[in-house]
């Protein structure tokens, strides 16, 4: 076997994948710079450098299980988030970009400087621990009812050293103990268990416990939004992240349960994404 440069391995790579994926090109390169654990600049630098028999075979493993619709940050382990390196695998869901507006929402809540923070469901850790990066004096609780993602967002708390979080075990507020806090946050499931899209794309390999929820991808949303109300502080908020089409039903719930100031954040594509709602005073 002849050894393919770069510049080859990557044209071969995106032309395979070109039928499965619509991303093919970056897919290659993400893989390839993986296997040589080298950046994008270095591809384009030495794009005649030939790959070692070893390097070669790796990366056609690696775009074959691509081809198959493995998706890239299974592949290669990590996705980054907020600029973060989070460490990803099959136990939870891999981090999207349109979650960052959650994190954005959030920090630019008028919230006490020292402010308590809950994230439920918190999978690779990504919410708690891009906020925990951006406000180091917060104190945030983060936590999954999935052991090993719990074990996963632990090991990525550990990698970048934020220590203003705690991450524990619990089914959402079922091990959480009586406390207030100013801001509750959560990207629950929120998928109808009867959508389509779960048989298409990265979704596949992903746990269906972290995707979908009952009464059409409402019901951990009502649930969250219900006992919420029992761990925020007066004036406290809660912020989650929903389907594009569940926001009119999702504010209707929360104004009658009692929130105020309810409205509804798009993501960066104009999707209606996450909702964000206040209690009063006297709601709890």
Same mark, same amino acid.
């Given at each position: 076997?002849?050894?393919?440069?770069?510049? !080859?391995?990557?044209?071969?790579?995106?032309?395979?994948?070109?039928?499965?994926?619509?991303?093919?090109?970056?897919?290659?390169?993400?893989?390839?710079?993986?296997?040589?654990?080298?950046?994008?600049?270095?591809?384009?630098?030495?794009?005649? #450098?030939?790959?070692?028999?070893?390097?070669?075979?790796?990366?056609?493993?690696?775009? %074959?299980?691509?081809? !198959?619709?493995?998706?890239?940050?299974?592949?290669?382990?990590?996705?980054?988030?907020?600029?973060?390196?989070?460490?990803?695998?099959?136990?939870t869901l891999i981090p999207r970009?349109?979650?960052?507006?959650?994190?954005?929402?959030?920090?630019?809540?008028?919230?006490?400087?020292?402010? #308590?923070?809950?994230?439920?469901?918190?999978?690779?850790?990504?919410?708690?621990?891009?906020?925990?990066?951006?406000?180091?004096?917060?104190?945030?609780?983060?936590?999954? #009812?999935?052991?090993?993602?719990?074990?996963?967002?632990?090991?990525?708390?550990?990698?970048?050293?934020?220590?203003?979080?705690?991450?524990?075990?619990?089914?959402w507020f079922s091990a959480v103990?009586?406390?207030?806090?100013?801001?509750?946050?959560?990207?629950?499931?929120?998928?109808?268990?009867?959508?389509?899209? +779960?048989?298409?794309?990265?979704?596949?390999?992903?746990?269906?416990?972290?995707?979908?929820?009952?009464?059409?991808?409402?019901?951990?949303?009502?649930?969250?939004?219900?006992?919420?109300?029992?761990?925020?502080?007066?004036?406290?908020?809660? +912020?989650?992240?929903?389907?594009?089409?569940?926001? +009119?039903?999702?504010?209707?719930?929360?104004?009658?349960?009692?929130?105020?100031?309810? #409205?509804?954040?798009?993501?960066?594509?104009?999707?209606?994404?996450?909702?964000?709602?206040?209690? %009063?005073?006297?709601?709890?």
């Amino acid at each position: 076997m002849l050894p393919l440069t770069i510049a !080859q391995a990557l044209s071969r790579a995106s032309e395979q994948l070109a039928r499965t994926s619509d991303t093919a090109s970056l897919d290659a390169e993400v893989c390839l710079q993986h296997i040589l654990n080298k950046n994008r600049t270095y591809l384009y630098t030495w794009p005649d #450098k030939a790959l070692s028999e070893h390097e070669q075979n790796s990366f056609e493993e690696m775009i %074959s299980k691509r081809a !198959q619709g493995h998706p890239v940050a299974h592949l290669v382990g990590e996705r980054e988030f907020w600029s973060l390196p989070l460490l990803v695998n099959a136990t939870t869901l891999i981090p999207r970009p349109d979650t960052e507006v959650l994190v954005e929402t959030a920090l630019n809540l008028a919230l006490p400087g020292n402010a #308590k923070v809950l994230d439920l469901g918190t999978g690779t850790g990504a919410i708690a621990l891009a906020l925990a990066s951006e406000k180091p004096d917060w104190q945030i609780t983060a936590i999954d #009812k999935v052991s090993d993602a719990v074990k996963l967002a632990q090991t990525n708390q550990q990698r970048l050293e934020l220590n203003n979080v705690t991450i524990k075990q619990s089914d959402w507020f079922s091990a959480v103990k009586a406390q207030a806090f100013d801001l509750i946050v959560s990207n629950p499931p929120y998928i109808d268990e009867q959508d389509e899209h +779960l048989a298409q794309g990265d979704v596949r390999f992903e746990p269906l416990s972290a995707l979908t929820a009952p009464d059409e991808g409402f019901a951990d949303l009502f649930h969250i939004a219900d006992i919420a109300k029992n761990y925020l502080k007066p004036n406290g908020y809660l +912020l989650m992240e929903h389907g594009y089409q569940q926001g +009119l039903l999702l504010r209707q719930q929360l104004e009658q349960l009692g929130y105020l100031q309810v #409205k509804t954040i798009k993501d960066f594509g104009n999707n209606e994404r996450c909702t964000l709602a206040r209690v %009063s005073d006297s709601i709890r």
